[in-house]
């Protein structure tokens, strides 16, 4: 099957029962992004301490026609932050980590927090949900998935 055609069937991933988007990308054939957790709230002596916090996930997909292969670089990020008020007596803090390469297994992660008695958040992100339809799909079109290290052998070179 033609490099267009499988861009195509990959677009058509794009639907409400996949947690993800795919989009056509200047940097690369596709690309792939979830939000995972994009939280903020409040708690603490008169709810002065505000919170935040960011998960997400990209990958690159690049789809080299001459060896039908579909070479597939990811990305996890988080980032937390935390903002004190006047029983606090001010300052702020934050947190942020990324992984970028090739990710392996299954890769669950759940959480959830609570402020004022309320529940601010809970997440579940499972990478097969990503890798799987991407994968069946190539699969399915005659190419392989390869998951590569860098995001240089995911994107057009310069």
């Known amino acids: ?4 055609v499988v861009r195509e069937r990959l677009l058509a991933l794009n639907n409400p029962s996949n947690p993800f988007e795919i989009r056509q990308s200047d940097e690369t054939d596709l690309f792939i992004e979830q939000r995972i957790v994009d939280a903020q ?3 603490g002596a008169l709810a002065m301490t505000e919170k ?3 998960k997400g996930y990209k990958a ?3 789809l080299d ?3 039908h292969e579909g070479r597939f670089c990811e990305e996890m990020t988080s980032k937390e932050t935390e903002k ?3 029983f606090g007596l001010g300052g702020v803090s934050s947190q942020q980590s990324a992984f970028r390469g090739k990710m392996i297994g299954t890769s ?3 959480g959830g927090g609570f402020a004022l008695g309320k529940k601010v958040y809970e997440y579940e992100f499972d990478l097969k949900k990503v890798h799987d339809p991407v994968r069946d799909m190539l699969e399915e079109n005659g190419w392989t998935f390869k998951q590569v290290s860098t995001k240089s ?4 070179r310069a």
């Not at 099957?1 to 267009?4: A, L, N």
């Not at 052998?153 to 057009?156: C, D, K, L, P």
Request: glycine residues 8%; aromatic residues 12%.
């Open 41 to 43: 709230w409040r708690e």
């Open 84 to 86: 004190k008020g006047p």
């Open 108 to 110: 669950h992660s759940a």
């Open 52 to 54: 935040d916090l960011k």
């Open 1 to 4: 099957m033609g490099k267009s």
């Open 153 to 156: 052998a995911a994107t057009y």
């Open 65 to 67: 026609e001459s060896t």
């Open 60 to 62: 690159w997909l690049l």
